[in-house]
């Protein structure tokens, strides 16, 4: 019964039923997905041999936990029609916050990995404490983990936070995951009241410029994580953009999403720099959004403004005025772009900058700057 065949389900009245949803690395090797020409074929049978051993390992979890209905990407959402795509993307913030429980292949490096593994025994945490008895301070120690190919997928950190809960199959032991503490198995990790996202992301603080500063922390975190497919840097995240910021931006007037900012504070969410200021700054070789956006350049990005405390917009003081703003998306507006445009207006410079550096010892760059307004 646990490895029987399965279907996939479409347009039935799920409200209410519990599900899981699968989060897990594709990976580079091919495998069993959902198309217009094999919709059909998977609402009448999904051999039991087909699926790969994540998907077969997270069925078997879901029927031993008494749970009906699992929700893997690539068999509900076709994968050659961008309209269906576009809309089911744009939905993954009540698909995961909504799951009874997310399983989460944390150390499988693509679908083939499976979510079960081997070991000899879980690790034990120790504890000592050092020096004397009015003088001391703790020391711990517990199993490293080498479970790190999930954590640096891009669509896996909107998954994680949007989840209430989530179990990490890793390679060592089970890491449990929801909104009001972290757990494992060997008693290394046990934190309490620190792992309310979707508090923290929706309501911190009750207000808005903290809503900015989790925003530009959530972009820190993804920019530097993978993705297969470019072009789904700011999909991966169109699950949480609605969630995290719009009400309350709509509220206090920061208006439209644009590109992986927020209209009404690109003074502060245009302040980014990249997170390895050694490398040289690349742009992907596609179309991917506006220089003035984080989504163009390949690698991580920092905020420096936004790296303590948050900051208020009454700290940043503005050279320039945003005359307007556009940008031209699909049928989801926090999805791809695929044209944007910003117009301000302000005090210029001209300069003429030469390539060449500064020789040692001193010396000027060869450079002319003339304040015009």
């Known amino acids: ?13 799920f409200d209410g039923a519990k599900y899981t ?39 078997i979890i879901t029927r031993k936990l008494g749970v009906r209905y699992i929700w893997i990407d690539s068999l509900c959402v076709l994968q ?10 744009s ?8 799951s009874y429980l997310t399983i989460a292949a944390s150390h499988a490096s693509d679908s083939n990995g499976g979510c079960f593994h081997e070991t000899k025994g879980v690790g034990m945490s120790t504890f000592l404490r050092i020096g004397s008895s009015s003088n001391f301070s703790d020391a711990y120690a517990r199993w490293g983990s080498d479970s790190k190919a999930l954590s640096s997928r891009g669509w896996a950190l909107q998954e994680r936070l949007l989840s209430p809960r989530t179990i990490h199959y890793t390679a060592k032991e089970l890491v449990w995951e929801c909104s009001t503490g972290l757990d494992c198995q060997c008693g290394g990790i ?33 920019s530097s994580q993978n993705l297969t497919i470019p072009a789904d840097r700011l999909p991966a995240l169109s699950g949480l953009a609605p969630q995290v910021l719009a009400p309350q931006a709509q509220r206090e007037g920061w208006g439209q999403y644009a590109a992986g900012l927020w209209r009404n504070g690109l003074e502060m969410t245009t302040c980014w720099e990249l997170a390895n200021k050694e490398k040289a700054p690349e742009t992907h070789p596609e179309y991917l959004g506006p220089s003035w956006s984080w989504v163009n350049i390949r690698g991580g990005v920092n905020y420096p403004l936004c790296i303590k405390d948050g900051i208020r917009r009454k700290d940043v003081q503005s050279l320039v005025e945003l005359k307007d703003v556009r940008v031209s998306t699909g049928s989801d507006p926090t999805g791809r772009v695929f044209g944007a445009s910003m117009l301000v207006s302000g005090r210029s410079v001209n300069a003429t900058l030469s390539p060449n ?10 450079a002319n700057r003339e304040s015009t307004s």
């Open 21 to 59: 949803a699968l989060s897990y690395c594709w990976g580079g090797r091919p495998f069993i997905n959902t198309t217009t020409e094999t919709l059909e074929a998977r609402k009448e049978c999904i051999k039991w041999v087909d699926p790969p051993k994540t998907f077969q390992q997270a069925i």
């Open 357 to 366: 550096p500064a020789p040692a010892g001193g010396g000027n760059r060869q």
């Open 190 to 222: 046990h934190v309490f009241g620190a792992f309310d996202w979707s508090k923290r992301m929706s309501s911190a603080r009750n207000d808005v410029y903290w809503q900015i500063h989790n925003w530009t922390w959530i972009v820190a975190v993804h």
């Open 80 to 89: 050659d029609e961008i309209d269906d795509w576009e809309f089911e993307s």
């Open 91 to 98: 939905r993954m913030c009540s698909v995961y916050e909504n």
């Open 1 to 13: 019964m646990q490895e029987s065949n399965v279907k996939l389900l479409c347009n039935a009245n």
